[in-house]
């Protein structure tokens, strides 16, 4: 299975726009792109998830590269309730949702 | 909307004792998962059923039985507590086990301590 490489941590200012990549050098031409996050003491949840072109929605944007060897979750105004470690996932096609490998993701710190 | 909800939030265990870990979903999802999560690690999975009356192994099975009676629920079992199963357990389901694109939605988790 393709594999993720996401940095261990990263800080933001309040308000400011956040750039959170992800290195995918091994996807294949069907594998999703998948962000999930997780809060403090929360399970995760859904952010965004995409195939080649880029895609928006109320939470955040994913920019995928030309040639999906990376990809980067924009959070456009980071809040402090975005404090949160944030997970970069493949998922192949016809692999299911069992097929979801967590790894650290992430951690995003948010500074008031 | 209730989503996925577990049961307890907290558990203290002595070692060798067995308890059950209550998951469910009223969304009629298909797929349903346990997952395990270690201080500095990521999620690893335990068992998942792709619909009632179907599991199958994850990543990390050993000492944990499932079963799937019904499309809302999925128990993890500990049949012999072990001090190595102190984790934050979380349950998660999805609508379509076999599509790629679904979302998983998880419970709110379950901290479990074996002494």
């Known amino acids: 299975d393709a594999k993720t490489t996401q940095p261990n941590s990263m800080e933001s200012n309040e308000e400011e726009p956040v750039h959170l990549p992800c290195n995918h050098s091994?996807?294949?031409?069907?594998?999703?792109i998948h962000w999930y996050r997780q809060l403090p003491s929360q399970g995760p949840e859904y952010v965004i998830h995409g195939l080649t072109s880029n895609v928006n929605n109320r939470m955040a944007s994913l920019a995928i590269a030309e040639d999906r060897k990376s990809s980067t979750l924009i959070l456009h105004r980071a809040t402090l309730r975005d404090a949160a470690v944030y997970y970069c996932i493949l998922s192949p096609l016809h692999s299911g949702t069992y097929k979801y490998i967590f790894g650290t993701g992430t951690r995003l710190k948010v500074l008031a | 909307n209730a989503g996925v909800t577990q049961t307890p939030k907290f558990q203290v265990l002595k070692t060798g004792q067995s308890m059950t870990l209550q998951c469910a979903q009223d969304m009629n999802h298909e797929y349903m998962s346990w997952y395990r999560q270690d201080p500095g690690m990521g999620l690893r999975l335990i068992h998942y059923s792709v619909g009632a009356g179907i599991t199958d192994q994850g990543e990390v099975p050993n000492g944990y039985n499932v079963s799937r009676s019904t499309t809302e629920d999925f128990p993890l079992r500990l049949l012999s507590a072990a001090p190595s199963q102190t984790s934050v357990y979380f349950c998660?389901?999805?609508?379509?086990?076999?599509?790629?694109?679904?979302?998983?939605?998880f419970g709110s988790g379950t901290q479990l301590s074996v002494l």
């Open positions: 998660a389901s999805s609508r379509d086990s076999s599509a790629t694109n679904e979302k998983l939605f």
């Open positions: 091994t996807i294949s031409g069907t594998d999703y």
